[in-house]
Every structure is written in C-alpha cells, then in structure tokens.
C-alpha cells in the first residue's frame, strides 16, 4: 500500500480555479474542504483544473507541445549557488560589526559567529525535512498555509508583499548602485537620485534575465556567487598571510579575548546579529517545484552550502582580526574595503567592485524566490489571478516578475527605508519558527506521512526554541518598533477578509476576469496546466 501523502484542498489547487471563481458565483467544491491536509494513500486521482476556452487567443499551446507549466531546471549545484548567494550579501564586506560590538573580543566574535552557523544550519535542516515532505513551491507561506490555515499564510503573504520582499532587495540594490558609482565620487558622498536610478537600473535588468530564461537566472545566480566567493577567499588568504608572519596581535592568546563582553543581555544581542548576517538559507524552499529530483538536491545543497557559508564567515572575520582591532572595526564604515586598502595597495579598489557584484548577486537571488512566492499565493487563490499566470513559451512566471520588480522600485521613493525594515526585525523569526513548530506537530499528528528526509526530533525543538529567543530579543530591543511592525502586520486581515474571503459582486469579479486576461494577452501568459494523473503535492 503506498504512503499517505500531503494534499492540498482542491479548490486551491490552481490559478485557474481563481480565475473560474471571478466568473461564477458558485463553484463546486470537494468534500474535503475543511481539510488544508488529508492523509490518503497516493492514488492517480486528478485535481480539478480549468483553462481558458479554445476561443481565447492567449490559449495556443506551445509550439513543441510542452505543457504549460514552471519547469524542473534547477540542478544541485544551481540549488547551493541560490543558497550561497542569497546568505552572503554586503553585509560580510560592509559591516560585519553587529557582533564585534557585543562581544568586545576576536575571540568572542568568532566563537559567536561559529554558534550562529551551527544553529542556522539546525534551520536549514528542519527545512530539508518541510520541503521534501511538502513538495510545494512557496516555502515558508506554503508550509503556514498547511498547517495553520488561510489567514496565517495570508498575513505571512501580506507583509512579505508589501514590506519584506519589496524593501530588502531595494536596499541590496542602491548598495550596489552605491559602490557602482563611488569611484567617480571619491572625494564627496554618491548623490541619491544616481544612485536611486542606478538600483532601478539593475532591478528591472535582473527582472529581464529572470522573465527571459530560468537557466539564465541560475547561471547569473551561480556566476555571481562564484565572484563573491572569491573575493572572500583573496580576504582570507591575506589573512592567514598575516598569521603567517606573526604579526597579529590582536589574535595572541593574550589579546584574543581582552575585553569581552560576558553579560547575557551582549552575548544574546551578538547572537541576535549573527543570525541576521545568515539570513536565505531557506530561500531554495520557495523553488522545490522547480529543483531536478528535490527529495535529493534540496537536502544535498543545504548540506553543502550552510558549511561553506559557516567556515566562510568565520575565517572572513578572523582575516579581519589579523588587521583590524576590534575597536576599529566596530567604528568603520566599510571592514572590507579598510582591510583591501591595508594589503592590496593600487588594487584596493577590486574589494568594492567585489562589494558590488555581492549585492547584484543576491538582488537576482531574492527577485527569483519572490516571484514563486507571490506565484504561489496566486496559485492558492490569495492573490490575483494575474500573478499565478505562465509564459507560453518561456515557462516562466513573468506576471509576477513584473510584480516584484515593480513594487521594489516604488520604495525609491521613500527617504528612510532602514526605518521600515527595522519594524519587521522580529517577523522572519516568527514564520520560520511557526513552520518548524509545524514540522513538530506534523510528526504529532501525521505520523505516517511520506518523509524522505527525517532530522532528529531535538533538532526543530531546539530550533523553535531560538526563534522564541529571538522575537522576544526583538521585542526587548526595539518595543516600539516591533509593536508598530505587529499593527501593520494586523492590517492584513481586513485584506484577507475583503480581498479573499468577501463574495465579490459580479462587477468586481467581471473587472477582475478583464484584468486577468489583459495579463494573459499582454504576457503571453496562461495558468499552470497539469497532467489529469498528476496528483496536488
């Protein structure tokens, strides 16, 4: 008898479903509605799917008869390139000072940052479970929306939309526009509206490569994260270069640890830091639908890619040390650039090129993984229809590239973006937490569900245990902050309500259903179509 397997509800099994409920009133629905998950032995049944009619111009089928849907391209190695790239940013170049700062020592700092690995790879693992488990794109919204129902996912969707997704890869892009130009302003700051255009400049190019090609994007992805892996190896081979010589004194047993900062209320703001600086080592879980054989590549690249990241990390800040007291890394403004400036002398100037090429490697990394999400959402029927559509020929989800690009570029406007995002600080903690807690009461309460991957139970115990320390850091650090972040992200349900669950009149259903179809026609773009034997993962 084969395993019980995880099944969604069938009224959100497509973006077509959302688009037949914008033309009728009433839908015929499964029995098993109330369910988000069901157990039952895997069976050839096939979800109910709706496309558009033979009459509709944006409904030819692709020219070599492919079924129109998100392909499997992504490859092991694209998978530990996606996670590699989105983790490292500028942040290891720019300001590795979060921890420095709270511990007062080398020694510390390092042995914070090695903690920090170690639990983030405890994530990551968790993750390897949830995702070869519920083989669904969307990651952490996905596993939500399993297990807690609509209204969680939907307000993990909301604030991702509106806020998170948007905001962070505009900022990752005006550093990189930042460093772009600062070579022709070495002596005066980069004027904003460069810079601004700039950012937008590599949004919507990124946003081209991404509707284009998804081997495009990968291979973008995987060049990228090539060169900023470099860049971190020339830093850490001048670094041991310098242990060599045995001039490093703030590294003698002597110095290592002189002057740190052993109160609880440090050493957990240090933690808090570091686990920020390891941030997208779940971002591969937003593609499961799209990985070569994920049940192997998906657990593979997060093994491979969090101790790269981790050994990474840790000997980057020790070659920092060699060169750098902690005093002066602490008030510089760019670590990377001051320790270029010491050892490389005429070619200092590679480290922000580096610098660069970091922040446009993980802009792609992030734009790839929020397209899905939102994707995703649409497929579920909590986002317009518009945004689950694929391109005929590129099998790509163009629509919601569009999206993401688009929303990215409005927070240019803004003129305190960091202010934004620091309401939001506790926010990741709390959806990657719900989903692990989710793996725990899925082991509960679905006991014979398929698992390729099985972690030791301690392991996502464990790991919800940190996420709770974090939100509550969150909450001690900034009160006010996190409180107004927690209002806005109540606003969602309003949205939900009116945007998902409302009875739409059938005027707003019919300027819906023109909408969707004006996307269709001007992306070439149509709904996911499945096999009739393919069962909903």
């Known amino acids: 008898m084969a395993e019980p397997e995880l099944k969604s509800r069938s009224s959100r099994e497509s973006v077509a479903k959302a688009v037949s409920q914008?033309?009728?009133?009433?839908?015929?629905?499964?029995?098993?509605?109330?369910?988000?998950?069901?157990?039952?032995?895997?069976?050839?049944?096939?979800?109910?799917?709706?496309?558009?009619?033979?009459?509709?111009?944006?409904?030819?089928?692709?020219?070599?008869?492919?079924?129109?849907?998100l392909k499997r391209s992504i490859t092991l190695f694209n998978g530990v390139g996606m996670i590699i790239g989105t983790i490292i940013g500028s942040g290891i170049f720019v300001t590795p000072t979060g921890v420095v700062k709270e511990t007062g020592s080398a020694g510390l700092s390092l042995i914070v940052w090695s903690a920090c690995g170690v639990v983030s790879t405890m994530g990551a693992l968790c993750y390897a479970e949830l995702g070869t488990t519920i083989a669904k794109s969307g990651g952490d919204y996905t596993y939500i929306l399993e297990v807690y129902g609509e209204l969680a996912a939907f307000l993990k969707l909301w604030v991702e939309m509106l806020i998170i997704r948007p905001s962070s890869q505009y900022v990752v892009s005006l550093v990189f526009a930042t460093y772009l130009l600062k070579p022709l302003y070495p002596t005066c700051p980069v004027p904003d509206s460069a810079a601004k255009l700039i950012a937008c400049v590599c949004l919507t190019s990124l946003t081209f490569v991404n509707c284009i090609s998804v081997r495009a994007a990968t291979k973008v992805q995987d060049l990228f994260t090539a060169s900023k892996l470099l860049a971190l190896i020339i830093i850490i081979l001048f670094g041991f270069i310098q242990i060599f010589t045995g001039d490093v004194p703030y590294l003698t047993p002597e110095?290592?640890?002189?002057?740190?900062?052993?109160?609880?209320?440090?050493?957990?703001?240090?933690?808090?830091?570091?686990?920020?600086?390891?941030?997208?080592?779940?971002?591969?879980?937003?593609?499961?639908?799209?990985?070569?054989?994920?049940?192997?590549?998906?657990?593979?690249?997060?093994?491979?890619?969090?101790?790269?990241?981790?050994?990474?990390?840790?000997?980057?800040?020790?070659?920092?040390?060699?060169?750098?007291?902690?005093?002066?890394?602490?008030?510089?403004?760019?670590?990377?650039?001051?320790?270029?400036?010491?050892?490389?002398?005429?070619?200092?100037?590679?480290?922000?090129?580096?610098?660069?090429?970091?922040?446009?490697?993980?802009?792609?990394?992030?734009?790839?993984?929020?397209?899905?999400?939102?994707?995703?959402?649409?497929?579920?029927?909590?986002?317009?229809a518009a945004l689950g559509l694929v391109h005929t020929d590129l099998f790509t989800p163009v629509p919601s590239l569009i999206f993401t690009c688009l929303l990215s570029m409005m927070y240019a406007?803004?003129?305190?973006?960091?202010?934004?995002?620091?309401?939001?600080?506790?926010?990741?903690?709390?959806?990657?937490?719900?989903?692990?807690?989710?793996?725990?009461?899925?082991?509960?309460?679905?006991?014979?569900?398929?698992?390729?991957?099985?972690?030791?139970?301690?392991?996502?115990?464990?790991?919800?245990?940190?996420?709770?320390?974090?939100?509550?850091?969150?909450?001690?650090?900034?009160?006010?902050?996190?409180l107004v972040g927690s209002s806005i992200i109540l606003t969602g349900i309003p949205a939900y309500l009116l945007g998902y669950k409302w009875k739409k009149p059938h005027m707003v259903k019919k300027m819906l259903e023109i909408f969707t179809m004006f996307c269709q026609k001007i992306f070439m773009s149509v709904p996911e179509e499945k096999e009739k034997h393919e069962v909903a993962e």
Not at 22 to 40: A, R, W
Not at 41 to 52: D, G, R
Not at 429 to 441: F, K, Y
């Open 22 to 69: 914008e033309k009728m009133e009433t839908t015929e629905e499964d029995p098993n509605q109330d369910g988000l998950i069901v157990e039952q032995p895997a069976s050839p049944l096939a979800p109910k799917v709706s496309v558009p009619s033979a009459t509709d111009p944006t409904n030819s089928p692709p020219s070599k008869g492919e079924k129109i849907k």
């Open 255 to 384: 110095k290592a640890f002189e002057g740190s900062k052993m109160g609880v209320d440090n050493i957990v703001l240090a933690l808090y830091s570091g686990l920020f600086a390891f941030g997208g080592w779940n971002y591969l879980n937003y593609v499961t639908e799209e990985m070569i054989n994920p049940e192997r590549n998906l657990p593979l690249a997060i093994i491979i890619s969090m101790p790269i990241v981790t050994v990474v990390y840790v000997l980057t800040n020790l070659a920092y040390f060699t060169t750098i007291s902690p005093q002066v890394m602490v008030e510089s403004e760019a670590v990377a650039v001051s320790f270029g400036e010491y050892h490389l002398g005429v070619m200092a100037w590679l480290i922000p090129v580096f610098v660069g090429l970091s922040c446009f490697g993980a802009v792609n990394g992030s734009l790839f993984t929020s397209a899905r999400l939102f994707y995703a959402g649409a497929r579920e029927g909590q986002l317009p």
């Open 413 to 482: 406007i803004s003129q305190d973006i960091f202010s934004v995002i620091n309401l939001f600080s506790f926010f990741t903690w709390l959806c990657v937490g719900m989903a692990i807690a989710g793996l725990v009461w899925l082991r509960i309460t679905k006991p014979d569900l398929r698992r390729p991957i099985k972690v030791y139970l301690f392991i996502p115990v464990t790991f919800v245990l940190g996420c709770v320390f974090m939100i509550v850091v969150s909450f001690w650090a900034a009160p006010f902050e996190s």
